[in-house]
């Protein structure tokens, strides 16, 4: 069997939408299932979200730290934000995010890995991306006013092996975080050779 997962859509009978928030709405929909049978599946309906490992010329990956409240923690994250500008393309998005967040910008720029966040519970895919050959952003040329959770956040450089450590040790949580890094690790070990292009469709 071809180990590769696929688009497929079973028949919903019925279809309720219970809460519509700013960012998220949740759905109850009844499924029919193998044998015949009718299940209820609640999930998050949400836009989509992009994420980028900023590896500089050292291979360090660049994290920032950000409140999340659902979670009650400070957590380590890579520079990411919500695919909430029409027409934007996905990398354009990434770009944005790493400049608003973290004040860079890339000259290279490649596919690292595509995630649902969630499957279970939410429809919420994540492409994150490597981004290389990074220059700082003036400060005069950044305009950027940060809000909310994003004030005061701090961004580290650590080594990207040390960053593997900590996503295997328990230290960093954040699911695009851990999967970009341990991404990032394996593609480096074939060079680099592997990836696929920024613009790359997604499944």
Known sequence: MKIEDTPEAWDVVESKRRFSGYVIDVVTDTVRMPGDEDADRDYVIHPGSVAVVALDDNDRVLLIRQYRHPTRHLLWELPAGLRDVEGESLVTGAARELAEEAGYRARTWHTLVDLYTSPGMSDERIRVFLARD??????????????????????????????????????????????????????????????????????
């Open 134 to 203: 990074l220059t700082k952003i003036p400060e005069e040329e950044n305009g950027f006013v940060h809000r909310h959770e994003e004030i005061g956040m701090p961004v580290e450089w650590v080594p990207l092996a040390d960053a593997v450590e900590k996503a295997l040790m328990g230290m960093i949580h954040n699911s695009p975080a851990v999967a970009g890094i341990l991404a990032a690790y394996a593609a480096s070990v074939e060079g680099f050779g592997l990836m696929r292009p920024a613009d790359a469709p997604e499944a």
